[in-house]
């Protein structure tokens, strides 16, 4: 069966070679809190739908209006795989519950490299912090990201708040997502307004980023297999 885990997903976790990110969007804050529910009823009441999936997880946009989707999957196969036998009657039971649902679209991507939580850190982030950056050459974004691990390694004090940061490149070659964890939102708030290092600057005006977009996330539902 499917259960909730109020466990955080590991990104890290070397099984996971399909990581797949989705928004939704409903509309009101009340509408996020009605679908969560709606996903949690849907899911919990079937068998988990592959042992290829590692779990699922559902986050609450700080809009009010959004919801954001990762799942774990071992490989792409597995996932069309489930939405050739399983998808569709979850999507309908959803959407029977809460209509007017807007699936703005499905994200694949595989994880590139993490800045991953100092080791006995059991701190349990309370704000997940996204950001999408679109790049003109796909072969930049590697080295992007290393810039960015490198700024962040040479200012602990500055990123204190931060639990960790996974890096993910897009299977089409355009983007990068960083999905970061946040012990809290003051503390991501400082970051943001703490001073520039040049190393900061370097990240910021790398050539051939096009732009970037965030968003602002807490855990809302995970389901794993039960």
Known sequence: ????????????????????????????????????????????RRAWPARDLLAYHVYAGQDGSTLMHYSQWTGEHAY???????????????????????????????????RERAVGDARVPELIVTV????????????????????????????????????HLSTD?????NYAEWESADDYERALAAPASEMWERVRTYPGVKGSVGGRYRHALGLVPG
């Open 1 to 44: 069966m499917s259960r909730r885990t109020e466990q955080h997903p590991d990104l890290t976790d070397p099984r996971i070679g399909a990581p797949f990110f989705s928004t939704w969007r409903v509309g009101s804050p009340e509408r996020q809190q009605r679908t969560v529910e709606a996903i949690a009823r849907t899911w919990e």
């Open 80 to 114: 069309e795989s489930f939405v050739k036998a399983h998808r569709q009657e979850r999507v309908d039971e959803i959407d029977t519950a809460v209509p007017g649902i807007e699936r703005v679209g499905l994200g694949r991507y595989r994880r590139y490299r993490s």
């Open 132 to 167: 999408r950056v679109e790049f003109e050459v796909a072969e930049r974004r590697e080295e992007w990201v290393d810039l960015v691990v490198k700024a962040l390694d040479d200012d602990p004090e500055g990123n204190t708040g931060l639990v960790s940061a996974h890096f």
């Open 173 to 177: 070659g355009g983007h990068v997502l």
